[in-house]
C-alpha cells in the first residue's frame, strides 16, 4: 500500500495557493478555482508540477506534452503557455528559466501530499494491529480521488502517469476491502468486489478478496465458481493458472477450513 518516500510532495505553499490533480487538475486561491487556460496550458502545468521542483529541458517539456510529433510552432506555444501560468497563478510560485530548463518552486500538488501522509498512517496503523483505523484512514484516501488522475488531459507524459497512479489507487483500495472484510463486513462488500473483477478481470488479488468475502457471507460455492471464472479468464488471456496465493485460498474452501467461516462484525473502538 505505500508509494514511496517523495511522491506528491513539492515544498510547501504560498500565498493559499493549492493545486489538486486527483481528479481534474485545478488551482486554488483562498478556495477559489483559478481559471487555467486551455488544455494544453493545463497539460503544461500538470508536467511541471509533477517534476517536484526538478528542472525540467524544453525538448522534454515538449516530448512529455505533445509526445514525438509537436506542432511547427511549438516553441512558440511552450512560451505562451508559461507566461499565461505565470499571470494566472499570481504571486507565490516561481516558474523560472534556468540553464537546465523550467523550474517549478514554491508550490506543491496538496491532495497528492495528503493522500500520501494519509497513506503512510494507514500502514503504520496496519502494522501495529490497529485495523479500524487502518481501514478509516484507507477510505479517507480513497475519498480524495475526484475522478482519474489529471482527467481529460491529453499528453503522453500524463497518460502514463495516469496508469501509475490508478495502479498505486487501486492498491490502496484492496488493502481498504482486505481491512473491511476483517472487520466482519463482508456483506456490504460483495457487490463492490463483483464490480472490481469485472473492472479488472486479471487482477488475481480482487478475487481473493471476492471470493474470501462471499466464504464469510456463507456462500462457498459462489466463492468457488469465482475461482473457476477467473482460472478461465487466465488461461484464455494469458495462457497461465493462477497464482500461489489464489490457489491456496481455492484449496482452503475445498476443505471446508473453518476461518473462513462467517463471523461476526469485529467491534470498533
Known amino acids: 500500500m505505500g508509494e514511496g518516500t517523495a511522491e506528491g510532495t513539492t515544498g510547501s505553499t504560498s500565498h493559499g495557493l493549492r493545486c489538486e490533480v486527483l481528479g481534474p487538475l485545478r488551482a486554488l486561491r483562498d478556495g477559489t478555482q483559478i481559471p487555467l487556460g486551455p488544455p494544453k496550458q493545463r497539460a503544461v502545468l500538470a508536467v511541471l508540477l509533477l517534476q517536484e521542483g526538478r528542472p525540467i529541458s524544453y525538448d522534454a517539456l515538449v516530448e512529455a506534452v505533445w509526445g514525438g510529433a509537436p506542432p511547427a510552432h511549438v516553441r512558440n506555444l511552450v512560451q505562451k503557455y508559461v507566461s499565461g501560468l505565470r499571470r494566472a497563478l499570481g504571486e507565490g510560485p516561481e516558474l523560472s528559466w534556468t540553464g537546465a530548463g523550467y523550474r517549478f518552486t514554491g508550490v506543491r500538488i496538496d491532495d497528492l501530499a495528503e493522500r500520501r501522509h494519509l497513506v503512510d ?25 475526484r475522478g482519474e488522475f489529471a482527467e481529460g488531459l491529453q499528453a503522453p507524459y500524463l497518460a502514463a502517469e495516469r496508469l501509475r497512479w490508478a495502479e498505486k489507487r487501486l492498491t490502496v483500495l484492496e488493502a481498504l476491502l482486505e481491512g473491511e472484510i476483517a472487520l466482519g463486513r463482508s456483506f456490504e462488500y460483495v457487490h463492490e468486489l463483483v464490480r472490481l473483477v469485472a473492472a479488472h478481470p486479471l487482477r488475481e488479488r480482487l478475487v481473493e478478496l471476492l471470493m474470501l468475502a462471499l466464504c464469510r457471507t456463507g456462500r462457498p460455492s459462489d466463492a468457488l465458481a469465482a475461482y473457476e471464472a477467473a482460472r478461465r479468464r487466465l488461461a484464455d488471456a494469458l495462457g497461465a493458472d493462477p497464482g500461489p496465493a489464489l490457489r491456496s485460498l481455492h484449496a482452503r474452501v475445498l476443505r471446508q477450513d473453518p476461518e473462513l467461516l462467517p463471523s461476526p462484525p469485529v467491534p470498533v473502538p
Open 121 to 145: 498512517e494507514a500502514l503504520a496503523a496496519r502494522d501495529a494491529g490497529e485495523v479500524g483505523r487502518a481501514v478509516e484512514l484507507a477510505r479517507r484516501a480513497e475519498e480524495m480521488w
